[in-house]
């Protein structure tokens, strides 16, 4: 505003009004004077005022709403690669994306990015923050932000010329008409805002700087203590002393008759296979067969039998074979990869129908399937201990089987072989 | 700022009453409702259990989107006085006028108390625990601890309650503005807009325990404690748009309202519109979500007849019912054009029966469910398992239109009744003035 080309010693003409509808009256004549660079002035918003000053619409909407969309996609990218492709983590059966709880931060996004947008855009759009405005140098002009209402023409719209703008003025019921003095002050923010910008924006760095130094440094200093309750809680620990208990622990002992998870003692026939347990410390080698329990505990019913065989099935075929000889899938698998110089190291499973095993007693098969013996892993954590003693008895069926004479074969079925 | 401001427009109350222009629909309306329910009736009563199962179904669907404008525009009349807001001056009236419908949607709710009276469960199942327990053993038990809440007598007692409050209030709020238009005392301005805070909670728990007791009960086991919020806000939201759609009709060149309401109310009964669609949007996604995240059976039981069963139609509710309106209504050119506010406020009109539909009618599967294992003969049962998988497809026939037609008829005929015979404008309403110059910031 300060290179004056109209040569005027102003800048332009501020005409005062007491009401907003005098204002709305003299807009809607300086609109259809055809003016272009004026402005109003108002302590609060006056509706309809836009159209009486006849401003266009502005783009806003448009920029918000690119803004929004741009929130939504890029919450729904980041959702989706998190989520499905970086780092796929299946919770509680979730799909690893879904819309439904992919929403709720689509709709954050959308709202943060829309709104973040609609106020810088919008500072962007009326060329804010402005410091300075030569309108300030009119005393009258204080008022605008209680009181009274104004209108400005600005001297360097291509129509305005002195007189006539004067007179339009006037013509509009103005209280005041008065010339805007030509403004001297600095274009330029003041030098000290310079240099708190550059100092501040130095400042920043500081923190980022922190965090790149100590991303791959070690250190052999204890760690900082950020969340000082969280890291020391107001929490006895074991072996504390404590005033609480008569016994002064901070430790409470188990209620009586508690039994923790592997220390059940109750019978050592029926849960080990054995007649004491100090067998049981023994390597296997070492036991001898009159340390096992000879017979299986349970019933020899034919549901037993196949649970057995069910069991045996499940757990013990793949491996020993469905009759026990040791051809399992796998162990097929395994002398085919051998065949072919693969499967090192490989031991072949027991066939387990030979006299050896035939001779054992049944606690000591029951040992050997819920501890393993040599390279087959134990497996009484997953099989229960009768499901265990059925497969043993169903060994038996199968050992008998392999070993069968024909004397084994009722008189009455010997013509069907 | 008013004090400079003057009435140019003639607002003498004959200027405003549509007389014949609305009253020669009524007896049309009427007769066209009529003979609809009739044969909805006939048809609903004659073909056998699981016909008359849908028939009450489908009756509720109609029954609950047309009670829910008149409750919309009541709730309108309430938030419009309590707000003093000066704008609606000119369109008050209007939803004034359709909350005298309120009288007719409680004896159009004789149906439902019929079937609820006779024993019939096939529409609310809680009516006879006993057919629930022949289905799903043990199941009784869950909906006999609610019968001290769940039977015939207290569920009547209940409706006759919400029935009362809406029509007295209504008519205490329209008496009093229409008796400003002979006297134009301002001191009745006051006395409605103390009268609407209190008015308000009346308002807000009745329409839920409303909308609980007709939609939320219908299957008795399941529960959502947004569930009253959900109707209100698609209730709110429809009535919206029905306005938009009227006063762009009554407001047009040559309309009865013309130069009374205009681009600027457009654009102010846009906006609400707007913002219950979004409201509806975010209350039903919320009842979502939570039971989409828990995963609990009890709670997931009703989406899953709604969305797994045979009804893929959760994501298509959000769709229709909220993100197309949402998109369609962003601009402000959509809202203040005249005309544009109709596609989407039939739009809206259409999803929220749509709404009304998806709440309703899948209630179908279970109760079909229950009468099977309640058959007497073989062939009975086999006939509704049939029954229940015809719903595969969206069951929207012949039953569905008939009872849309008839009790859209007579809410239509309730309407033009209401139109013909008084002023549509709230001519001396204080806030004339101020309504007349309105602008939008």
Known sequence: ?417 | MSHTMEITQDLSPEKFVLGARAGRWVSKFAGIGAIALAIAIVLGLTGGEATTSRFLHAYLTSYMYFTSICLGALFFVIIMQVTSAGWSATTRRIAELITMNLPLMAVMSLPILASVFMGNATLFTWVDPHIVDNAKPGLSHLIETKEAYLNPTFFTIRLAIYFLIWIGVANWFRKNSMAQDVSGDPTLTNRMKKFAAPAIPLFALSITFFSLDMLMSLDPTWFSTIFGVYYFAGSFGVFMALLGILSNKLGAEGGILSGFIRDEYFHDIGKLTFAFVMFWGYIAFSQYILIWYANIPEETAWYHERENLYWGHVGVLFALRFAIPFLGLMSKHMKRVPGRMIIFGGWIMAMHYYDMFFLTMPSQIQSLGYLEANAATPEAAEALAAAAHSFEAMPFGLLEILCLVGIGSIFCAGVAHAFSKNTILAVRDPRMTESLHFHNP
């Open chain 1, 1 to 417: 505003m300060d290179n004056n080309q109209n040569d005027l010693p102003h800048l332009g003409l501020l005409a005062e009004y007491e009401t907003p509808e005098a204002l709305m009256a003299a807009a809607e004549k300086v609109r259809d004077g055809g003016y272009k660079r004026w402005d109003t002035h108002t302590p609060f918003p006056v509706h309809g005022i836009d159209e009486a000053m006849g401003i266009k619409n502005t783009i806003l909407p448009w920029i918000v709403l690119g803004a929004g969309a741009a929130g939504t996609v890029t919450a729904l990218v980041l959702q989706y690669w998190t989520n499905a492709v970086a780092y796929p983590f299946l919770i509680s059966g979730k799909p690893l994306f879904s819309w439904v709880p992919a929403f709720p931060v689509t709709f954050e996004l959308t709202v943060l990015f829309a709104g973040v947008t609609t106020l810088f855009a919008m500072l962007g759009l009326n060329r804010l923050p402005r410091l300075h405005n030569p309108l300030f140098n009119v005393k009258r002009f204080a008022r605008a932000t209680q009181d009274r209402f104004f209108l400005a023409i600005d001297s360097q719209d291509p129509l305005f010329n002195d007189s006539s703008a004067k007179a339009l003025l006037a013509g509009t019921g103005a209280s005041a008409v008065e010339e805007v003095p030509d403004d001297n002050s600095a274009t330029t923010p003041p030098m000290w805002m310079l240099q708190a910008f550059v100092a501040f924006a130095f400042l920043t760095f500081i923190p980022i700087g922190i965090i790149v130094g100590s991303w791959k440094s070690t250190s052999d200093k204890p760690a900082w203590h950020f969340v000082w309750d969280m890291d020391f809680q107001e929490s006895y620990r074991t072996g504390e002393q404590v005033p609480l208990f008569e016994n002064g622990m901070a430790m409470r002992a188990p209620v009586e008759g508690t039994i923790a998870t592997g220390e059940l003692f109750a019978s050592s026939s029926y849960f080990r296979g054995v007649l004491d347990d100090e067998t049981l410390d023994k390597a296997q080698a070492d036991r001898s067969a009159s340390e096992y329990v000879e017979f299986a505990p349970i019933a020899a019913t034919r549901p037993t039998l196949e649970r057995g065989q069910e069991r045996f099935a499940i757990y013990c075929a793949p491996c020993h074979g469905d009759s026990g000889y040791g051809d399992g899938i796998v162990a097929e698998r395994a002398t085919s990869l051998i065949a072919t110089g693969g499967a090192n190291g490989w031991v072949p499973p027991t066939n387990v129908t030979t006299p050896v095993i035939a001779s054992q007693p049944d606690g000591q098969l029951f040992d050997s399937i819920t501890n393993g013996i040599r390279n087959m892993p134990g497996y009484g954590k997953q099989i229960s201990v009768d499901d265990r003693w059925a497969i043993v008895l169903y060994l038996r069926a199968l050992q008998r089987g392999a070993n069968a004479t024909i004397d084994d074969v009722p008189q009455s079925e010997r013509g069907g072989l």
